[in-house]
Each structure stands twice: as C-alpha cells, then as structure tokens.
C-alpha cells in the first residue's frame, strides 16, 4: 500500500527491503543551519579543513567541518526516540552502541556491528559537510566559568581555576549536506525524512547548545550517488563571491544561501552521467508539504513507523536472523 500521492511511489521504492544493492537512490538535499553556539570538534578543537574556495575560485582557504557521525548519529537517535514512544522498541531490548535488536528500522537502515554477532551496513550515506564561509567568519572564542554556589568564582579568599577558553561555532553558518538513502522503500524514505526534519542538536553538550535547523531544499531520486558536499559548497561559494555576499561582516543572508544552493546543484547535476529525477524549487513543495503533514499528525506517523518497523523484521528475519537448532535439525535430515 503506497503512502505518498504527490510522487509515484511504485517507480521510485522498493516494495521490500533488498538484500543485495540494486542501484536506486533518493538523496536529501539539506543546508544545515546554526542557531546557536555548537562544537563539532576533536580533541577539544573545532574541526577544519584546508581547502579550495570554489569550483572557479581556487585561492585556499579553511573551512569548518561537520564529520559524518555529527550528522548521523544525531538523526538516527531521533529515529529511535520514536521509536521507543509509539511501542515499536524498548530501551533493554535494543540499546544503542551497547546491544542491538538487530530487528527494528534503525538497526536495519543505519546499520550496526556487534562482533561476531553479526552486522549490517548503513543504507544511509553521509559525508563530511564544509562551511561555505571561511573558518575566521564563522567561529568565536568563549571564556567559560564554573563558580560556587553563591555566584562568584572566588571561596574563602581562594579564587577557584576552572576558568578555560573554547572555540564555539557562529549562529547563521551554513553547511550543504546531501543524506544518501541507499535502495529505499517508501516507508523508509519517510523514515529518514523525518529524522532529518525533526533533529535539532548536533554536536558536543547538545543538551545545552549545538542547536542547527535542517532546511531540505529538494531531493533527487537516482540510479548512482551524485555531487560530493564539498563540490557543492564551492559552487556556491562562487555564486555568493560573484554577487557580493562576502564584503560584509554580516551572517550570510538565508534567501540568497539556498537560492544559490537550488541554482548551483541544479548546475551541477547537468555534467552528471547517471539517470536522475530532480525535485527542486516548486516541484519539490509538493513533496515537502505532503511530508510535513503526514508526520505531523500521530496516526499517519504512526502507520509510517509500523510499517518500516514491519519491513525490517521481516530483512531480519530472512537475512540475519540465524537458524534455530531445531531448523539447522531439519536441514540435516532433509540432506
């Protein structure tokens, strides 16, 4: 039973989850958006890379990075929030990085490894996301305090040192990041869908900072991964370079960010070699309006996550589950 009416669900998805890849794809096209003060960082240094400016425009420059698991783990985690509210997992049965279910959409979508218990590749593809502006634009440094009881940082005439200095990354930064979604079937892609859309902590002491809204400007079904994250950056770079939006001290301005995005991925899809359906600009409204009310109401949400949830017990059960005792009894005889 198809979900979705504004797109043809039969020719895009899977009717089952496959055991081998079979060449479809839906990426997210996502611009990743800070709101306030949050830490990707590795050994208590945001992280960076030294790269190009742009596609035309090679001067180096360094950019902050986003590495995949800051993107991935964040999502998938809301996915199984989900999950654990509307009955379809508990927290003893499936425990994320502990033990496994093995059985449920998270562990059959994202993947997991547990020894030689078995695993299963992730079916959602992220790459490391790049700032468009250039690493002095969009970071500051924060003294931090940690005082006493009474609010002061001295106690008994001792003043107390824990005192120290972070890097924070800017409020209005802005990362292009496309979410790959490997052999989809329908209920997955809304899975994943809403997991981008609902998730809005990324990075270190998410639950005080690290707030980024998700902005989906389109995505693109095809039969082979597309455009890397960094390409993309550069091409709007050149974009938002050529009308200016660098001269100022000012955060990038929003509109102008994604309209270069939807104008530069659209460019750059016309030198890809590989079948593709775009859904950009007013194509993809559709599809976004329809999504956004599907998940926002509880039971259309709720068949939604039913039936991934079906969907990946019944992969388990075919590819991963191993045989009991009784049944290995049976394959012997039967020999």
């Given at each position: ?65 986003m590495f995949k698991r800051k993107q991935s783990t964040p999502e998938r985690l809301v996915g199984r929030e989900l999950l654990r509210n509307y009955g379809l997992m508990t927290a003893k049965e499936c425990e994320y990085n502990v033990s496994f279910a093995m059985n449920n959409p998270d562990c059959i979508i994202y993947g997991f490894a547990i020894g030689d218990s078995g695993s299963e590749k992730s079916k959602v593809v992220v790459d490391t996301a790049f700032s468009i502006n250039s690493f002095d634009a969009t970071h500051e440094t924060f003294t931090l305090n940690a005082p006493f009881e009474h609010g002061t940082m001295s106690e008994k005439g001792s003043v107390t040192s824990r005192i120290n ?171």
């Open positions: 039973m198809t979900i979705l009416k504004s797109i043809d669900s039969t020719k895009l998805f899977h009717s089952e989850i496959p055991y081998k890849p079979m060449g479809k794809y839906v990426h997210f096209l996502t611009m990743r958006i800070t709101e306030s003060y949050p830490l990707f960082q590795t050994d208590s240094e945001l992280n960076k890379a030294r790269v190009s400016a742009g596609i035309v425009d090679k001067t180096p420059i360094s950019r902050l990075a200095q972070q890097d924070h990354i800017k409020p209005q930064v802005f990362f292009p990041s496309i979410v790959t979604l490997k052999d989809p079937t329908e209920a997955n892609f809304l899975y994943v869908f809403n997991n981008i859309l609902r998730t809005r902590h990324y990075g270190a002491q998410t639950t005080r900072t690290g707030r980024v809204r998700n902005e989906l400007i389109g995505v693109i079904f095809a039969d082979g991964e597309i455009v890397s994250n960094l390409r993309w950056t550069q091409a709007i770079y050149d974009v938002m370079k050529e009308s200016h939006n660098f001269d100022s001290t000012d955060p990038l301005n929003e509109e102008s960010v994604l309209t270069a995005a939807t104008s530069t991925i659209e460019a750059l899809m016309t030198k890809e070699f590989i079948v593709h359906t775009d859904l950009l600009g007013a194509k993809f409204t559709p599809l976004l309006d329809e999504v956004k009310t599907l998940l926002g109401n509880e039971d259309s949400l709720k068949q939604v996550l039913q039936q991934a949830d079906q969907e990946a017990k019944v992969y388990f059960k075919a590819h991963i589950e191993k045989p009991k005792k009784a049944d290995k009894d049976k394959e012997k005889a039967a020999k």
